[in-house]
Protein backbone atom coordinates (compact mmCIF):
# COMPACT_ATOMS: atom_id res chain seq x y z
CA UNK A 1 0.00 0.00 0.00
CA UNK A 2 1.55 3.79 -1.33
CA UNK A 3 0.75 6.63 1.19
CA UNK A 4 1.62 10.18 0.10
CA UNK A 5 4.35 12.14 2.22
CA UNK A 6 3.41 15.74 2.17
CA UNK A 7 4.23 16.12 6.11
CA UNK A 8 7.66 17.75 4.91
CA UNK A 9 8.29 21.10 5.82
CA UNK A 10 8.45 23.90 3.06
CA UNK A 11 6.16 22.25 0.69
CA UNK A 12 5.80 19.74 -1.62
CA UNK A 13 4.57 20.19 -4.95
CA UNK A 14 1.55 18.27 -6.03
CA UNK A 15 2.58 15.59 -9.10
CA UNK A 16 0.31 14.02 -11.30
CA UNK A 17 0.97 10.75 -10.82
CA UNK A 18 0.39 11.18 -7.11
CA UNK A 19 -3.28 11.88 -8.26
CA UNK A 20 -3.41 8.19 -10.06
CA UNK A 21 -1.66 6.79 -7.27
CA UNK A 22 -4.45 7.97 -4.44
CA UNK A 23 -6.91 6.66 -6.54
CA UNK A 24 -5.12 2.98 -7.38
CA UNK A 25 -4.42 2.93 -4.12
CA UNK A 26 -8.42 3.52 -3.02
CA UNK A 27 -9.31 0.87 -5.74
CA UNK A 28 -6.93 -1.83 -4.78
CA UNK A 29 -8.53 -2.04 -0.95
CA UNK A 30 -11.72 -2.34 -2.73
CA UNK A 31 -11.16 -4.92 -5.84
CA UNK A 32 -8.55 -6.63 -4.57
CA UNK A 33 -10.27 -8.54 -1.77
CA UNK A 34 -13.20 -10.23 -4.37
CA UNK A 35 -10.28 -11.56 -5.95
CA UNK A 36 -11.72 -15.49 -7.11
CA UNK A 37 -15.26 -14.52 -6.18
CA UNK A 38 -16.39 -13.58 -9.43
CA UNK A 39 -18.74 -11.02 -10.74
CA UNK A 40 -21.64 -9.99 -8.45
CA UNK A 41 -23.54 -6.81 -7.42
CA UNK A 42 -22.27 -4.50 -4.70
CA UNK A 43 -25.14 -2.04 -4.56
CA UNK A 44 -28.50 -1.82 -5.76
CA UNK A 45 -29.26 -3.27 -9.13
CA UNK A 46 -32.69 -4.23 -7.71
CA UNK A 47 -35.46 -5.89 -10.31
CA UNK A 48 -38.96 -4.05 -10.32
CA UNK A 49 -42.27 -4.35 -12.69
CA UNK A 50 -43.50 -7.69 -14.02
CA UNK A 51 -43.61 -9.95 -16.50
CA UNK A 52 -43.04 -7.66 -20.23
CA UNK A 53 -42.10 -4.81 -18.69
CA UNK A 54 -38.76 -5.34 -15.83
CA UNK A 55 -37.03 -2.71 -14.39
CA UNK A 56 -33.35 -3.22 -13.07
CA UNK A 57 -32.05 -0.65 -11.18
CA UNK A 58 -29.56 1.95 -10.83
CA UNK A 59 -26.48 0.14 -8.66
CA UNK A 60 -22.81 -0.87 -8.56
CA UNK A 61 -21.46 -4.17 -10.04
CA UNK A 62 -17.85 -5.98 -9.83
CA UNK A 63 -16.86 -7.71 -12.98
CA UNK A 64 -13.55 -8.87 -14.10
CA UNK A 65 -12.30 -7.64 -11.11
CA UNK A 66 -13.41 -4.10 -11.38
CA UNK A 67 -15.52 -1.93 -9.86
CA UNK A 68 -18.07 0.02 -12.08
CA UNK A 69 -21.64 1.63 -12.43
CA UNK A 70 -24.96 0.10 -13.72
CA UNK A 71 -27.64 2.87 -15.00
CA UNK A 72 -31.08 2.06 -14.85
CA UNK A 73 -32.56 -0.15 -17.57
CA UNK A 74 -36.39 -0.89 -18.18
CA UNK A 75 -39.12 -2.19 -20.92
CA UNK A 76 -36.88 -5.48 -19.83
CA UNK A 77 -39.49 -7.87 -21.56
CA UNK A 78 -37.84 -11.13 -19.93
CA UNK A 79 -35.19 -12.74 -18.18
CA UNK A 80 -32.98 -14.39 -17.82
CA UNK A 81 -30.69 -11.01 -19.43
CA UNK A 82 -27.18 -10.60 -18.62
CA UNK A 83 -24.28 -7.50 -17.28
CA UNK A 84 -21.61 -7.76 -18.72
CA UNK A 85 -18.58 -4.77 -18.84
CA UNK A 86 -19.19 -2.15 -21.28
CA UNK A 87 -16.30 -0.45 -23.57
CA UNK A 88 -14.56 2.26 -21.87
CA UNK A 89 -16.12 6.20 -22.14
CA UNK A 90 -13.49 8.88 -22.01
CA UNK A 91 -14.98 11.83 -20.68
CA UNK A 92 -14.40 15.41 -20.69
CA UNK A 93 -11.36 16.55 -23.09
CA UNK A 94 -9.31 19.29 -22.45
CA UNK A 95 -6.14 21.28 -24.63
CA UNK A 96 -2.57 20.80 -23.86
CA UNK A 97 -0.05 23.29 -23.91
CA UNK A 98 2.16 21.81 -26.33
CA UNK A 99 -1.12 21.60 -28.23
CA UNK A 100 -3.89 18.65 -28.98
CA UNK A 101 -5.84 17.46 -26.29
CA UNK A 102 -6.44 14.49 -23.62
CA UNK A 103 -9.30 13.18 -21.75
CA UNK A 104 -9.96 14.25 -18.14
CA UNK A 105 -11.69 10.60 -17.10
CA UNK A 106 -12.46 7.67 -18.09
CA UNK A 107 -16.04 6.12 -17.59
CA UNK A 108 -16.15 2.52 -16.92
CA UNK A 109 -19.70 0.92 -17.01
CA UNK A 110 -21.73 -2.32 -17.03
CA UNK A 111 -24.35 -2.90 -19.67
CA UNK A 112 -27.48 -5.65 -20.18
CA UNK A 113 -27.87 -8.06 -22.52
CA UNK A 114 -29.75 -10.42 -23.78
CA UNK A 115 -27.65 -13.59 -25.01
CA UNK A 116 -24.79 -15.56 -22.83
CA UNK A 117 -21.51 -14.01 -23.25
CA UNK A 118 -18.72 -16.16 -24.82
CA UNK A 119 -15.81 -14.55 -22.64
CA UNK A 120 -15.06 -12.47 -19.80
CA UNK A 121 -17.21 -12.62 -16.56
CA UNK A 122 -20.99 -11.38 -16.17
CA UNK A 123 -23.60 -11.88 -14.08
CA UNK A 124 -27.15 -13.71 -14.37
CA UNK A 125 -30.28 -11.35 -13.72
CA UNK A 126 -33.91 -12.92 -13.51
CA UNK A 127 -36.80 -11.29 -11.80
CA UNK A 128 -35.50 -12.29 -8.27
CA UNK A 129 -32.33 -9.90 -9.20
CA UNK A 130 -28.83 -11.35 -9.61
CA UNK A 131 -25.94 -12.71 -7.59
CA UNK A 132 -24.92 -10.24 -4.91
CA UNK A 133 -22.68 -9.38 -1.65
CA UNK A 134 -24.71 -11.63 0.42
CA UNK A 135 -24.19 -14.44 -1.81
CA UNK A 136 -20.43 -13.92 -1.63
CA UNK A 137 -20.66 -13.66 2.16
CA UNK A 138 -21.90 -17.07 2.37
CA UNK A 139 -20.08 -19.14 0.16
CA UNK A 140 -17.31 -17.92 2.92
CA UNK A 141 -18.68 -17.61 6.18
CA UNK A 142 -21.50 -20.39 7.93
CA UNK A 143 -23.68 -18.00 9.50
CA UNK A 144 -24.37 -18.39 13.16
CA UNK A 145 -27.91 -17.58 13.14
CA UNK A 146 -30.23 -17.22 10.25
CA UNK A 147 -31.24 -18.87 6.95
CA UNK A 148 -28.09 -19.64 4.96
CA UNK A 149 -27.79 -21.92 1.40
CA UNK A 150 -24.07 -23.43 2.30
CA UNK A 151 -22.05 -24.37 -0.70
CA UNK A 152 -19.30 -26.84 -0.49
CA UNK A 153 -17.42 -29.57 2.18
CA UNK A 154 -17.91 -27.59 6.05
CA UNK A 155 -15.81 -29.97 8.45
CA UNK A 156 -16.03 -29.39 12.48
CA UNK A 157 -13.70 -31.11 15.00
CA UNK A 158 -16.46 -31.18 17.83
CA UNK A 159 -20.17 -32.49 17.72
CA UNK A 160 -22.85 -29.86 16.51
CA UNK A 161 -25.21 -29.14 19.53
CA UNK A 162 -28.81 -27.46 18.20
CA UNK A 163 -31.81 -27.04 20.39
CA UNK A 164 -29.85 -29.52 22.77
CA UNK A 165 -29.71 -32.35 20.39
CA UNK A 166 -26.05 -33.43 19.26
CA UNK A 167 -26.52 -33.19 15.40
CA UNK A 168 -23.51 -35.97 14.69
CA UNK A 169 -25.79 -38.06 16.94
CA UNK A 170 -28.91 -37.90 15.53
CA UNK A 171 -27.51 -38.26 12.09
CA UNK A 172 -26.16 -41.57 12.74
CA UNK A 173 -29.42 -42.85 14.33
CA UNK A 174 -31.28 -42.26 11.39
CA UNK A 175 -28.49 -43.58 9.25
CA UNK A 176 -28.78 -47.08 11.08
CA UNK A 177 -32.57 -46.55 10.94
CA UNK A 178 -32.88 -46.28 7.48
CA UNK A 179 -30.42 -48.93 6.68
CA UNK A 180 -33.31 -51.76 8.04
CA UNK A 181 -36.12 -49.87 5.74
CA UNK A 182 -37.40 -50.67 2.09
CA UNK A 183 -37.10 -47.59 -0.21
CA UNK A 184 -40.09 -46.71 -1.47
CA UNK A 185 -39.41 -47.65 -5.04
CA UNK A 186 -39.41 -50.64 -4.32
CA UNK A 187 -42.14 -52.73 -6.21
CA UNK A 188 -44.01 -55.90 -4.70
CA UNK A 189 -46.50 -57.48 -7.33
CA UNK A 190 -48.28 -60.52 -7.28
CA UNK A 191 -47.70 -63.24 -9.90
CA UNK A 192 -48.43 -66.69 -10.61
CA UNK A 193 -52.25 -66.57 -9.04
CA UNK A 194 -51.61 -63.67 -7.19
CA UNK A 195 -52.50 -60.25 -7.82
CA UNK A 196 -52.22 -56.60 -6.37
CA UNK A 197 -49.14 -55.09 -5.31
CA UNK A 198 -47.31 -52.00 -6.10
CA UNK A 199 -44.21 -49.46 -5.24
CA UNK A 200 -43.84 -49.77 -1.04
CA UNK A 201 -44.85 -45.53 -1.19
CA UNK A 202 -48.43 -47.14 0.56
CA UNK A 203 -49.87 -49.87 2.05
CA UNK A 204 -50.24 -52.96 -0.31
CA UNK A 205 -52.02 -55.83 -0.88
CA UNK A 206 -51.51 -59.21 -2.19
CA UNK A 207 -54.35 -61.95 -3.02
CA UNK A 208 -55.25 -64.63 -5.00
CA UNK A 209 -56.52 -63.29 -8.64
CA UNK A 210 -59.30 -64.47 -10.03
CA UNK A 211 -58.79 -67.48 -11.81
CA UNK A 212 -55.42 -67.85 -10.37
CA UNK A 213 -55.71 -71.38 -7.94
CA UNK A 214 -55.88 -73.52 -10.84
CA UNK A 215 -54.57 -77.66 -11.01
CA UNK A 216 -50.95 -76.64 -11.79
CA UNK A 217 -50.74 -74.63 -8.49
CA UNK A 218 -52.26 -77.63 -6.76
CA UNK A 219 -49.92 -80.25 -5.47
CA UNK A 220 -51.65 -83.45 -5.56
CA UNK A 221 -52.70 -84.29 -1.85
CA UNK A 222 -52.19 -80.89 -0.60
CA UNK A 223 -55.61 -79.70 0.38
CA UNK A 224 -56.07 -81.87 3.07
CA UNK A 225 -59.10 -82.00 6.04
CA UNK A 226 -56.51 -80.34 8.24
CA UNK A 227 -56.61 -77.21 5.75
CA UNK A 228 -60.09 -76.86 6.04
CA UNK A 229 -61.52 -75.45 8.99
CA UNK A 230 -65.07 -77.08 10.23
CA UNK A 231 -67.86 -75.51 8.31
CA UNK A 232 -65.24 -72.82 6.40
CA UNK A 233 -67.12 -73.68 2.90
CA UNK A 234 -70.63 -72.28 2.71
CA UNK A 235 -73.58 -74.52 1.55
CA UNK A 236 -74.39 -72.03 -0.86
CA UNK A 237 -70.34 -72.43 -2.12
CA UNK A 238 -70.58 -75.97 -2.19
CA UNK A 239 -73.92 -75.81 -4.62
CA UNK A 240 -72.39 -73.95 -7.05
CA UNK A 241 -68.51 -75.80 -6.86
CA UNK A 242 -70.48 -78.95 -6.64
CA UNK A 243 -72.23 -78.26 -10.00
CA UNK A 244 -69.18 -76.55 -11.13
CA UNK A 245 -66.67 -79.38 -9.99
CA UNK A 246 -68.57 -82.35 -9.98
CA UNK A 247 -71.33 -82.21 -12.74
CA UNK A 248 -70.06 -79.63 -15.09
CA UNK A 249 -71.61 -76.83 -16.38
CA UNK A 250 -73.73 -78.50 -18.99
CA UNK A 251 -75.30 -81.01 -16.87
CA UNK A 252 -78.71 -81.54 -17.94
CA UNK A 253 -81.39 -84.83 -17.94
CA UNK A 254 -84.47 -85.51 -19.30
CA UNK A 255 -86.37 -88.58 -17.53
CA UNK A 256 -89.79 -87.31 -17.99
CA UNK A 257 -90.08 -88.16 -21.78
CA UNK A 258 -92.96 -90.00 -23.35
CA UNK A 259 -90.94 -91.34 -26.13
CA UNK A 260 -94.11 -93.05 -27.84
CA UNK A 261 -96.29 -90.17 -28.49
CA UNK A 262 -93.58 -89.29 -31.12
CA UNK A 263 -91.56 -91.76 -33.48
CA UNK A 264 -90.30 -92.29 -36.83
CA UNK A 265 -90.28 -95.22 -39.36
CA UNK A 266 -86.13 -94.53 -40.33
CA UNK A 267 -83.10 -96.30 -41.24
CA UNK A 268 -81.17 -94.35 -39.36
CA UNK A 269 -81.60 -91.01 -36.99
CA UNK A 270 -78.61 -88.75 -35.39
CA UNK A 271 -80.14 -87.58 -32.21
CA UNK A 272 -78.36 -84.01 -32.10
CA UNK A 273 -81.20 -81.21 -31.10
CA UNK A 274 -79.56 -81.65 -27.31
CA UNK A 275 -76.50 -80.75 -26.42
CA UNK A 276 -74.48 -81.18 -23.52
CA UNK A 277 -71.30 -78.66 -22.59
CA UNK A 278 -69.07 -80.06 -20.12
CA UNK A 279 -66.43 -78.08 -18.06
CA UNK A 280 -64.29 -80.10 -15.16
CA UNK A 281 -62.42 -78.46 -13.05
CA UNK A 282 -59.73 -81.29 -12.41
CA UNK A 283 -57.77 -83.85 -14.22
CA UNK A 284 -59.36 -86.54 -11.81
CA UNK A 285 -63.16 -85.85 -12.68
CA UNK A 286 -64.11 -86.96 -16.28
CA UNK A 287 -67.98 -86.55 -17.55
CA UNK A 288 -70.09 -89.91 -17.29
CA UNK A 289 -72.66 -89.36 -20.15
CA UNK A 290 -75.99 -91.82 -20.85
CA UNK A 291 -78.38 -91.48 -23.52
CA UNK A 292 -81.20 -93.68 -24.17
CA UNK A 293 -83.82 -93.92 -27.07
CA UNK A 294 -87.03 -96.27 -27.51
CA UNK A 295 -87.06 -98.62 -30.83
CA UNK A 296 -89.68 -101.34 -32.36
CA UNK A 297 -88.92 -103.28 -35.12
CA UNK A 298 -90.65 -102.58 -37.92
CA UNK A 299 -93.76 -105.15 -39.36
CA UNK A 300 -92.51 -108.84 -38.54
CA UNK A 301 -88.64 -110.17 -38.87
CA UNK A 302 -86.00 -108.94 -36.89
CA UNK A 303 -84.69 -105.48 -36.96
CA UNK A 304 -80.73 -105.25 -35.16
CA UNK A 305 -79.89 -101.50 -34.51
CA UNK A 306 -76.54 -100.01 -33.58
CA UNK A 307 -75.96 -96.83 -31.29
CA UNK A 308 -73.12 -94.80 -31.00
CA UNK A 309 -72.30 -92.30 -28.54
CA UNK A 310 -70.33 -89.66 -29.99
CA UNK A 311 -68.29 -86.49 -28.62
CA UNK A 312 -66.73 -83.52 -30.44
CA UNK A 313 -65.80 -79.51 -28.94
CA UNK A 314 -67.50 -78.39 -31.68
CA UNK A 315 -71.05 -78.42 -31.67
CA UNK A 316 -71.52 -78.82 -35.28
CA UNK A 317 -69.00 -80.70 -36.45
CA UNK A 318 -65.79 -82.88 -35.94
CA UNK A 319 -67.76 -85.85 -33.69
CA UNK A 320 -65.89 -89.26 -33.24
CA UNK A 321 -67.33 -92.47 -31.90
CA UNK A 322 -66.49 -93.47 -28.24
CA UNK A 323 -68.84 -96.14 -27.66
CA UNK A 324 -71.29 -98.04 -29.33
CA UNK A 325 -73.94 -100.67 -28.58
CA UNK A 326 -76.32 -103.40 -30.20
CA UNK A 327 -79.91 -104.41 -29.85
CA UNK A 328 -82.10 -106.81 -31.22
CA UNK A 329 -85.45 -106.20 -31.81
CA UNK A 330 -87.56 -109.08 -32.32
CA UNK A 331 -91.12 -108.20 -30.65
CA UNK A 332 -93.93 -106.17 -30.82
CA UNK A 333 -92.88 -103.79 -28.12
CA UNK A 334 -90.95 -100.81 -27.70
CA UNK A 335 -87.50 -101.72 -26.54
CA UNK A 336 -85.80 -98.92 -24.02
CA UNK A 337 -82.42 -98.98 -26.18
CA UNK A 338 -79.80 -97.35 -23.74
CA UNK A 339 -75.85 -96.48 -24.12
CA UNK A 340 -73.10 -95.15 -21.60
CA UNK A 341 -69.69 -94.38 -20.77
CA UNK A 342 -66.95 -92.44 -18.60
CA UNK A 343 -65.70 -90.28 -20.70
CA UNK A 344 -61.91 -90.61 -19.92
CA UNK A 345 -60.64 -88.93 -23.30
CA UNK A 346 -63.05 -85.57 -22.71
CA UNK A 347 -61.62 -82.46 -23.58
CA UNK A 348 -60.63 -79.58 -20.83
CA UNK A 349 -63.55 -77.00 -21.62
CA UNK A 350 -66.49 -77.61 -24.08
CA UNK A 351 -67.49 -81.31 -24.70
CA UNK A 352 -70.90 -81.86 -26.63
CA UNK A 353 -72.56 -84.99 -26.86
CA UNK A 354 -74.48 -86.82 -29.30
CA UNK A 355 -76.62 -89.73 -30.06
CA UNK A 356 -76.50 -91.84 -33.61
CA UNK A 357 -78.76 -94.67 -33.98
CA UNK A 358 -78.02 -97.62 -37.31
CA UNK A 359 -80.44 -99.98 -38.27
CA UNK A 360 -77.91 -102.57 -39.17
CA UNK A 361 -79.90 -105.91 -39.96
CA UNK A 362 -83.17 -105.36 -41.84
CA UNK A 363 -84.61 -102.03 -43.43
CA UNK A 364 -86.10 -99.38 -41.68
CA UNK A 365 -87.26 -99.42 -37.77
CA UNK A 366 -89.63 -97.27 -35.62
CA UNK A 367 -87.25 -94.91 -33.43
CA UNK A 368 -88.83 -92.44 -30.96
CA UNK A 369 -88.20 -89.05 -32.01
CA UNK A 370 -87.08 -88.09 -28.14
CA UNK A 371 -84.42 -88.87 -26.27
CA UNK A 372 -83.27 -88.97 -22.26
CA UNK A 373 -79.96 -88.13 -21.37
CA UNK A 374 -77.92 -87.07 -18.79
CA UNK A 375 -73.94 -86.08 -17.82
CA UNK A 376 -72.05 -85.35 -14.36
CA UNK A 377 -68.73 -85.85 -13.35
CA UNK A 378 -67.25 -88.47 -11.53
CA UNK A 379 -64.09 -88.94 -9.96
CA UNK A 380 -61.42 -91.44 -11.26
CA UNK A 381 -58.53 -92.59 -9.48
Known sequence: MLLGNFSEIGGRQIHQD???????ELLKAIQLQYIGQGAFILQGCV???????YTIGDGLVLINGRVMEFSTVSGIPSFPRYMVQAADVQQDSFPLEQGGSAYKRTLIKAEL????????????????????YNDILASQFVRLSGNQTVNGQKNFTSDV??????????????????????????TVTGTDGLGGGGDLSSNRVIGIATGGVTNSKIA???VTGSKISNASISPAKLDSDTNNLFRGNGYSDDFSVDFSTSYVQVAS???????????YNTSRVRPYVSMQIQALRDSGGVDRIRLELQRSNNPSSGFVTIAYRYYRLDADSWCTCVIDKVDSGAFEGANYYRLVATNVEGTLCWMSSNFSGTVFGVNIY
Open 18 to 24: DMRVLQE
Open 47 to 53: VTGGAGN
Open 113 to 132: VSSVPGSGEFITMNASGGRN
Open 161 to 186: ISNGLNINSEINNINSSLSTKANKVT
Open 220 to 222: DGA
Open 269 to 279: RTYSNKLWNLT
